[in-house]
């Protein structure tokens, strides 16, 4: 049991640490979705997703570590809120991309941090 917390722990730190730069691509995806994409945009939000994606899979594996000590993350909230993006990714909805980006997942990166930082205080 030790061995599985102990790689739990590294996932997040590895996750937290890729969170600075997803964070970043998070905010600059939104602004260009308002401002107008670019010939890349579509590559770039494709990449952003997948980033986005990866975390949630390492906080889903890792949540009742997470939630041992914290309570940073409404789940509900993020998953709604996924679901949310999703759609408006399918529905070409840039201004909602933009609004999901900005409102739920960003603010949910910065949670993850802080949870993260929690599960290495308490070791």
């Known amino acids: 049991m030790q061995d599985n917390r102990a790689e739990q722990i590294e996932a997040l730190n590895t996750a937290k640490d890729y969170c600075t ?4 691509g998070v905010n600059a995806l939104a602004d260009e979705l308002r401002t107008g994409r670019l010939p890349d945009t579509e590559e770039y939000m494709k990449t952003v ?3 986005i994606n990866w975390v949630f899979e390492v906080y889903n594996a890792t949540k009742k570590l997470i939630n041992e000590n914290c309570d940073y993350i409404d789940k509900n909230k993020v998953n709604a809120g996924a679901v949310e993006l999703g759609k408006a ?7 909602k991309v933009a609004d999901k980006l900005e409102n739920v997942i960003a603010p949910f990166i910065l949670d993850f941090q802080k949870a993260v930082d929690k599960v290495n205080e308490a070791g």
Request: charged share 45%.
């Open 89 to 95: 990714v399918a529905d070409n909805d840039d201004e």
């Open 49 to 51: 997703i997948n980033g």
């Open 21 to 24: 730069r997803l964070y970043k």
